[in-house]
T-cell receptor, first 114, second 114 residues
Framework: AQTVTQSQPEMSVQEAETVTLSCTYD???????LFWYKQPPSRQMILVIR??????QNATENRFSVNFQKAAKSFSLKISDSQLGDAAMYFC???????????FGAGTRLTVKP | KAGVTQTPRYLIKTRGQQVTLSCSPI?????VSWYQQTPGQGLQFLFE???????NKGNFPGRFSGRQFSNSRSEMNVSTLELGDSALYLC?????????????FGDGTRLSIL
């Protein structure tokens, strides 16, 4: 079974600075998708960024980018120019190619200091 | 476009009772997945429905069941409630299953068991 590990329960960043959240996963599948979701106190899960495993190019979405290392099974999220609104729980998720059974990491709580 | 709608937002039940939670997916989405979120276990996949058929099921007891209607709306039922069933139940919809389209989450139903 696939497992997702987020080794940083909490992270803190100064406003306007850059922070990187770590994620590793374990799978025997060759095709899959990876996602980062954020969950603010309002509790709705919001998609931040996604990466298809077959794509070598790292995904970027404005201030958010990933460092996808398929061989190392690593999928870190970099947030540039951090804003107060980025404060939330961030979840890394593994999405199998054949179904919608997503496996989530335990989450990283990001605090942004003004 | 309206998002994923879950009702009710909050629910309080006692042990032994049963409960039904509802999820209306985004218009045009045919896949609905359910997740349980607790502080101890994190986000865990319950099951997925696509075209009124259960496609996948997580590792939960038979007390947890669901169904999907022809309009893609889904309900989740938990019978003989236990204290450990207290959790945030999240529903997510997607256009299909096993594709690269992300799942979109609702605000969740907070279930408390007394």
């Amino acid at each position: 079974a696939q497992t997702v590990t987020q080794s940083q329960p909490e992270m803190s960043v100064q406003e306007a600075e850059t922070v990187t959240l770590s994620c590793t996963y374990d799978t025997s599948e060759s095709d899959y998708y990876l996602f980062w979701y954020k969950q603010p106190p309002s509790r709705q899960m919001i998609l931040v960024i996604r990466q298809e495993a077959y794509k070598q190019q790292n995904a970027t979405e404005n201030r958010f980018s990933v460092n996808f290392q398929k061989a190392a099974k690593s999928f870190s999220l970099k947030i540039s120019d951090s804003q107060l609104g980025d404060a939330a729980m961030y979840f890394c998720a593994y999405h199998s190619y054949n179904n919608n059974d997503m496996r989530f990491g335990a989450g990283t709580r990001l605090t942004v200091k003004p | 476009k309206a998002g994923v709608t879950q009702t009710p937002r909050y629910l309080i039940k006692t042990r032994g009772q049963q409960v039904t939670l509802s999820c209306s997916p985004i218009s045009g989405h045919r896949s609905v997945s359910w997740y349980q979120q607790t502080p101890g276990q994190g986000l865990q996949f319950l099951f997925e429905y696509f075209s009124e058929t259960q496609r996948n099921k997580g590792n939960f007891p038979g007390r947890f069941s669901g169904r999907q209607f022809s309009n893609s709306r889904s309900e989740m039922n938990v019978s003989t409630l236990e204290l450990g069933d207290s959790a945030l139940y999240l529903c997510a919809s997607a256009t299909g299953t096993g594709n690269n389209q992300p799942q979109h989450f609702g605000d969740g139903t907070r279930l408390s068991i007394l």
